[in-house]
């Protein structure tokens, strides 16, 4: 089993994403991740800067997209920052999040086919070879388009991002490993179904598939300090999941109807107060030992690797250490 951390903008500035990268290292963590959001602290630049900072963990985007950035400017980066890291990059790659590009006029025009056709032309830019022919999505390349330098001989291994049926198909089909979204948990029964049958459609072995299961971690000396630090999350993704998301852990869109009311009229501070002990159930949090009963469950169900994020708990220090324990358990 990976155990991977993963990291955002809210984490703070750069420098102190690199001494927590540094610490995660030393602790035994196998990768380090940081979100790609518009708008927000540039992950191309963290990664590098904790690429600098490291010797051993692998460092990767979660996850960047080719309509905001176009697939050149992704081979571009991935190629310098696996010639600069010395073959420890990873590209993790999804549709991106449609309100958020909105916000630069940008659209995902049809995204499961753009991403991947994305996919497909940075496998042969990575290689060294030309684009090739037009595809539907990415219709204006010219065939001879290429990387104008030697990219690295190590292989890039691509991971596919995303929690959408077609997408995660599409982790079967076309990736190296997967960074399925699982807010619960429980998710991952659904999650492996449509990996597996995306691989089952185009005749492909799963061994060596790294499935990073990403979810929410909360650990603290107590169960309710371990919540409280998943108290806005919950309250403000939590309304927005779909049934089928929240069947696995006995909840309904309409339990979250209060906090949802709330939310929306402002008042965060209610809507965090109005939430309820299962809807904590959407994160891995509070006592070792259940926590690690989970890791068990997920590991059990072909998970390969634990994608751990934000909050991770009141005292970072104190909750990464508490995970390389737990880690070193399972």
């Not at 996919?119 to 539907?136: I, N, S, W």
């Not at 309250?235 to 339990?255: K, M, W």
């Not at 989970?294 to 059990?300: K, N």
Request: aromatic share 8%; with cysteine.
């Amino acid at each position: 089993m990976r155990f991977g951390i993963r990291f955002n903008s809210e984490s703070g500035t750069i420098r102190e994403v690199v001494r927590w990268a540094q610490l995660a290292e030393a602790l035994g963590f196998d990768d380090v991740w940081y979100c790609q959001d518009l708008m927000k602290r540039d992950a191309w630049v963290a990664l590098t800067a904790v690429a600098a900072a490291t010797s051993r963990v692998r460092v990767g985007t979660c996850i960047a997209n080719p309509f905001s950035a176009s697939p050149a400017e992704l081979a571009m980066r991935t190629a310098s920052l696996q010639e600069f890291s010395a073959g420890r990059f990873v590209l993790g790659i999804g549709p991106g999040d449609p309100p958020y590009l909105e916000w630069i006029g940008a659209r995902q025009r049809r995204p499961v086919a753009g991403l991947a056709e994305a996919v497909g032309l940075l496998r042969r830019l990575l290689r060294g070879d030309e684009a090739g022919p037009p595809g539907e999505v990415f219709d204006s390349w010219h065939p001879g388009a290429r990387l104008r330098f030697t990219p690295p001989p190590q292989p890039v291994p691509i991971y596919i991002g995303g929690q959408g049926p077609r997408v995660l198909e599409l982790m079967g089909e076309l990736a190296d490993g997967g960074l399925p979204i699982l807010f619960p948990p429980e998710t991952i029964e659904h999650v492996r179904e449509r990996v597996q049958a995306g691989a089952a459609r185009v005749g492909r072995d799963l061994a060596s598939f790294d499935l990073a299961a990403c979810v929410w971690w909360s650990v603290a000396p107590t169960r309710r300090a371990a919540e409280d630090a998943l108290r806005y999350l919950v309250a403000y993704y939590g309304p927005s999941l779909r049934a089928e998301t929240l069947a696995p852990i006995g909840l309904h869109p309409d339990d979250f109807a209060e906090v949802r009311a709330a939310w929306q009229a402002g008042a965060m501070d209610r809507a965090m107060s109005l939430l309820t002990p299962p809807m904590f159930r959407l994160a891995i949090y509070g006592d070792p030992e259940a926590m690690l009963e989970r890791l068990r469950w997920l590991a059990a169900r072909g998970v390969t690797q634990i994608n751990i994020g934000p909050p991770l708990g009141p005292d970072r220090e104190q909750a990464l250490r508490a995970t390389a324990e737990l880690m070193h358990r399972l």
